[in-house]
């Protein structure tokens, strides 16, 4: 792929970062901008103004509403989101999103699409369960056809915003004959049906993000099936896809490492020596080069053909964007030093005006830190994209 900005490329870059800068509003600038965690309200203000545009679904294309943007324009508009101070997308748009363009029926298409560019349908992902994580296909939910309606019994856990959610799209055991893969089923369902129960896990940071949710007796109408019954590995699969490019995170990588130039900026006004902080210097700039070269591989991505044996996979992005999001919040964390282990929770949180004690800056480098050591295990464990590779790998070499 060409690399290189054409004078249209130039043009569109222009014309998006001036606009976009003067979108974002202030308060949510703010809050982007000191690392704090973002509301749920935050995030559908800012899905909303960008609505209007008709720029809420930057992937998706023109047919289902997107604004059709080439991967080139895809990145100047993330680019320009992030200088900005905007939110970053939250993945599942991009995740249900295609799932329902692709394999939906058009009833379906016609009922969820229109809520997800506004965020007014909030959907989670109940895909993994206690004991079925990295073998997801090992899953035990089960939903047992009553007439035109399916029963679901089981539980998932770590279901990322679920309490923010009003939508779920789930795997279930439909069938036990067969390999496991082959009595999947993918469902929609609503989350205020009658037998579900969402309960709330605390994270290291303090932060509420993930839960488990319950199933008794939920009561589902055979239609919410998407592409049929025990045919879901093939969608889940297709979403995992998906899933694992958006955690790619080159966003929020560059957030976390312009919060470590601020911090660096921050130690040498307070004095710090230049010779001990040469060192953090040369880390940020590893770690600029790196993501600069995770960016390029991010586009060779989203650019390619289905079919191109030398796209680098889905896997191969997770792992790298997982590596640098590990590195940059190991850099934070190291830059803190021992003050960076105050941490003022709602601060963090947004839950309090004004600053904590040592400032946004430095609260809670460390806290940061244990929060990042998440990225190993969302969309599938770094050991798992590594297995994954592996067996692509060899298939493509099997092939020449
Ligand atoms: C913050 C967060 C948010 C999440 N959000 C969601 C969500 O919204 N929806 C959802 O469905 N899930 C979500 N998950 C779950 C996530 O997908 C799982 O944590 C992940 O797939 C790993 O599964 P597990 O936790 O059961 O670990 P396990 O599968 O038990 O793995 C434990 C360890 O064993 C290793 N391992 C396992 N099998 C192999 C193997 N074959 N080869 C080599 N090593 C192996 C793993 O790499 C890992 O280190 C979330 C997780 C986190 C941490």
Redesign the pocket.
Known sequence: MDLTLSSADIAFRDMIRGEIASMVPEDIKTRVENLQHLRKEDYMRWQSILDVRGWATPAWPVEFGGPGWSPMQRVLFEEACFMAGAPRQIPHINMIGPVLQTFGTEDQKHRYLPGIPTLRDWW?????EP??????ASLRTKAVRHGDRYIINGQ?I???WAHWSNHMFCLVRTSDAGRPQEGITFLLLTMDTPGLTVRPIH?LDGAH??NEVFFEDVSVPVENVVLGENQGWKVAKFLLNAERTEIAGVGQSKRMLQFARRLLAELTNAGVSSSRLDVFRSRIARIAIDLKAHEWTLMRVIDAKPDDPKAPSASFLKLCGTDLLERVSTLLMDLGGPAGLAYDVDARNGNVDGTPPYGHVLNGTAATYFEYR?SG????????QK?IIYRETVSRWAAQ
């Open positions: 989670c992902q109940g895909y993994s004991g079925s994580g990295s073998d997801l998932k770590w279901t990322t994270s993000d993930v998440k295990l969302v969309g599938g464990t770094t050991e798992i297995n």
